[in-house]
């Protein structure tokens, strides 16, 4: 409990975490100004692919940014990776409120996505480094938290800018304001201390510790990182991308986390965030001001599922977490695909449009604590120190090609198979999430990084010792 109540740490995890509310800000924002661009301009009305391309841009960008953020965190730094993703983000939010028309709008898309991009690897790291590791899970999943917090305040300020002239030029202009904030914030922040042991500046480094670890916790992590640290010139000889699918058990850390980030948006999280007013629509409610009032009921239940996963990711377990997420998803995505299917064969009764609604809302309401949180807190606490920044950057990576995928293909898949049978799909897709995190995903709460990394070792080449056989059975028994 002592570390919760330690404004130290706390003040890092939030301002870090404005990262994820640049992030979700971006999610959530373009679902309601894409109703209004739509009516702006005539050709993006027209066409479904131009919608599309306007929601994917920005996760273009945030592929580019993730798969370069990894390399930038570990040539320079958590915080400058930050300071850079800042720098971009309000520079795109400005060219988006500007746009004459829907392709210097796209642009402004690319840019703003590149830093969210950037950011999507950094925050978690930057949290994961800083954190005890009894309460790790907590502090990362604050990021998710501020993630499902800016999808909720872009669902807000949507509302708020419904009657006002320049609708989503508003909407999408205001973004660069927490970009601004951050960058302001981050100034006065350190750096992560075990990049600043990493790199050789161990004072600077203890001094930062000081104020997060009481004195006799202190000691045991200099002594740690000053062992890790005499060994990392040799390690860093052998850090490569190739590496990361040759050597055993960095691939099997890999396949977990890529796995898990891949499932997250195949599962439909963002298919619902960037089309939930579509979505509402779909239903029967066709106006646009209750799509997006519905639809930010729909982002509140999303962030305070997200509190709820905050506190049961370190009591509960992250792999009990995500597996009991993931019943619930499949379950309410089979409720949407009933109630779709039903009033596609002509049924005219309001019933389903609610039914469609409250199977939205109970599918936010089962994802948010568990498959939210627990793909991005446990890529930042799986891979080793040499390997966090290029492996946190590509699962990141994968998390946002397969974002690009859903994205580009959601509409297009609607009406070539109709929505029941687009949400079914999502529902079979969960189903094999289920398999994959029962069969490859070993269970890290409460471990520090270097008993997560044993496990990983014992995986690949089985039991070489005893503390290593207990940490593995201890995941196992979840």
């Not at 996760?59 to 993730?66: E, L, W």
């Not at 100034?187 to 670890?213: G, H, N, Q």
């Not at 699962?395 to 009406?415: C, H, K, R």
Request: glycine letters at 10%.
């Amino acid at each position: 409990m002592f570390y919760f109540k330690n404004p130290y740490i706390l003040r890092l995890t939030v301002v870090a975490g404005i990262g994820g509310l640049l992030f979700g800000y971006d999610t959530g924002v373009i679902s309601g100004a894409l109703l209004y661009i739509k009516d702006d301009f005539e050709a993006v009305k027209d066409s479904s692919f131009l919608q599309e391309t306007i929601v994917s841009m920005a996760i273009v960008g945030a592929i580019i940014g993730a798969a370069a953020g990894g390399w930038i965190n570990d040539a320079y730094g958590r915080k400058k990776a930050t300071l850079l993703a800042d720098i971009i983000f309000t520079l795109g939010a400005i060219v988006m409120a500007a746009a004459p028309d829907p392709y210097v709008l796209i642009l402004g898309r690319l840019l703003v996505g590149l830093g969210v991009g950037v950011a999507s690897v950094t925050a978690p790291v930057y949290i994961a480094e800083a954190s005890p590791s009894e309460i790790r899970g907590g502090l990362v999943s604050t990021n998710v938290l501020m993630i499902t917090g800016g999808q909720f305040l872009s669902y807000l300020v949507n509302l708020c800018f419904t009657e006002v002239p320049g609708t989503w030029r508003w909407m999408l202009g205001v973004s660069g304001v927490p970009a601004v904030i951050q960058f302001s914030l981050m100034l006065c922040l350190p750096e992560s201390p075990r990049w600043l042991f990493m790199k050789d500046d161990k004072e600077t480094a203890i001094a930062v510790m000081s104020k997060i670890y009481n004195l006799s916790r202190l000691e045991d992590e200099i002594d740690y990182l000053t062992s890790q640290a005499e060994e990392e010139p040799h390690k860093k000889k052998d850090v490569s991308y190739w590496n990361v699918f040759k050597v055993k058990e960095i691939r099997l850390a890999f396949l977990a986390g890529a796995g898990l980030q891949a499932f997250q948006q195949f599962t439909g999280i963002n298919t619902v965030m960037y089309y939930s007013p579509t979505i509402v629509q779909m239903a029967g409610f066709q106006s646009n001001q209750l799509a997006l009032l519905l639809s930010l009921i729909v982002a509140a239940m999303n962030a305070a599922g997200t509190v709820l996963g905050i506190y049961l990711i370190d009591h509960f377990g992250r792999r009990k977490l995500a597996l009991s997420s993931l019943s619930g998803v499949i379950v309410s995505l089979l409720i949407l695909s009933a109630a779709f299917f039903v009033q596609s064969s002509g049924s005219t009764s309001v019933f389903y449009g609610w039914l469609a609604v409250i199977g939205l809302a109970l599918y936010i309401g089962f994802f948010a604590p568990g498959m939210g949180p627990v793909p991005w807190t446990v890529n930042s606490e799986i891979y080793p120190e040499a390997y966090r920044g290029i492996c946190g950057g590509m699962s990141a990576t994968v998390n946002w090609i397969s974002n690009l995928i859903v994205a580009q293909t959601f509409l297009s898949v609607v009406e070539s198979v109709g929505t029941g049978a687009t949400f079914l799909i999502i529902a079979v897709v969960a189903v094999i999430a289920f398999v994959f995190v029962i069969l490859f995903l070993p269970e890290t709460k409460g471990l520090t990084f270097e008993e997560v990394e044993r496990i990983w070792k014992e995986r690949a080449w089985g039991s070489s010792g005893s503390n290593t056989q207990s940490l593995l059975e201890q995941g196992d028994e979840y």
